[in-house]
C-alpha cells in the first residue's frame, strides 16, 4: 500500500479563496482523521470519521471549515474563506480502528497570503 | 495543564549518546504512542505501546501504566536521529491522538 495520500503537498491562496485539501487512507482502514499543525499550538484535531461518519468534530475552528467523507478512499477538508491564520500544515491520518497505530499523510503546508 | 507532557523540549546531544525523552500524561488511555517527525517532513509512527517496552533497532519504548510515564530511548545516536519526537496517547473511548509538544533532537557528528 502506498500509504496514506494527501494533495496538494503545498498550497498558496490569497485571503478570501476557498480551499480544498484531499486525503486518501489507507485500504482497509475505517477510521480518517484530520490534523493541524502549527508552531503555536502544536498538533491539533479538527475532525475524525468512523465508517465514513463523522465521530467529532470538536476540533474544527468555525463555519468556515468543512469536512466530508463521501466514500471509504476519500475525504475532503474545504475552507471558506480561507484566511491568513489558516496558515498551517494540515495532516491525515488514518487507522484500523481503536487502539491500532496511526499512519499520516505527508500533509499539505497551507499558506494564505 | 497539559494532559500529555513531554521533557525536554530540546535536547542536543553528540553523535554515539544515549538519549532519553520523557512523557507524561494524566488521562486515561488505550495506548501511547511515539511519533517522528524530520524537519519538514511528514510524520511517522514508530511505537505504540500499551504496557511493557518495545525495541526496534537503536530504539526503545518503555511505559509505566501505573506511574503514566513512558520513555523514548536512542542507543548510539546518529545526526540522522535530529527530528522532533511526538508523544500521543489515544483515548480510552475513540482513537483521537492527544498530542504533546514534541521534543525537539539535534545529534551533531
Known amino acids: 500500500d502506498a500509504g496514506v495520500i494527501q494533495s496538494p503537498r503545498h498550497e498558496v491562496t490569497e485571503m478570501g479563496q476557498e480551499v480544498t485539501l484531499r486525503c486518501k487512507p489507507i485500504?482497509?482502514?475505517?477510521?480518517l482523521f484530520w490534523y493541524r499543525q502549527t508552531m503555536m499550538r502544536g498538533l491539533e484535531l479538527l475532525i475524525y470519521?468512523?465508517?465514513?461518519?463523522?465521530?467529532?468534530d470538536s476540533g474544527m475552528p468555525e463555519d468556515r471549515f468543512s469536512a466530508k467523507m463521501p466514500n471509504a478512499s476519500f475525504s475532503t477538508l474545504k475552507i471558506q474563506p480561507s484566511e491568513p491564520r489558516d496558515s498551517a500544515v494540515y495532516f491525515c491520518?488514518?487507522?484500523?480502528?481503536?487502539?491500532?497505530?496511526?499512519?499520516f499523510g505527508q500533509g499539505t503546508r497551507l499558506t494564505v497570503v | 495543564k497539559n494532559e500529555v507532557e513531554q521533557s525536554p523540549q530540546n535536547l542536543t546531544a553528540q553523535e554515539g549518546e544515549f538519549i532519553t525523552i520523557n512523557c507524561s500524561y494524566s488521562?486515561?488511555?488505550?495506548?501511547l504512542h511515539w511519533l517522528q517527525q524530520h524537519p519538514g517532513g511528514g510524520i511517522v509512527s514508530l511505537f505504540m505501546?500499551?504496557?511493557g517496552k518495545k525495541k526496534h533497532g537503536r530504539l526503545i519504548a518503555t511505559i509505566n501504566i501505573q506511574e503514566k510515564h513512558s520513555s523514548l530511548h536512542i542507543t548510539a545516536s546518529h545526526p540522522r536521529d535530529s527530528a522532533v519526537y511526538i508523544c500521543?496517547?489515544?483515548?480510552?473511548?475513540?482513537?483521537?491522538?492527544?498530542f504533546g509538544t514534541g521534543t525537539r533532537l539535534q545529534v551533531f557528528p
Open positions: 488521562v486515561g488511555i488505550s495506548a
Open positions: 485500504s482497509g482502514h475505517n477510521s
Open positions: 500521543a496517547v489515544s483515548n480510552y473511548n475513540t482513537d483521537k491522538l492527544i
Open positions: 470519521f468512523n465508517n465514513n461518519v463523522p465521530i467529532d
Open positions: 505501546l500499551s504496557s
Open positions: 491520518a488514518s487507522t484500523k480502528g481503536q487502539g491500532t497505530e496511526a499512519f
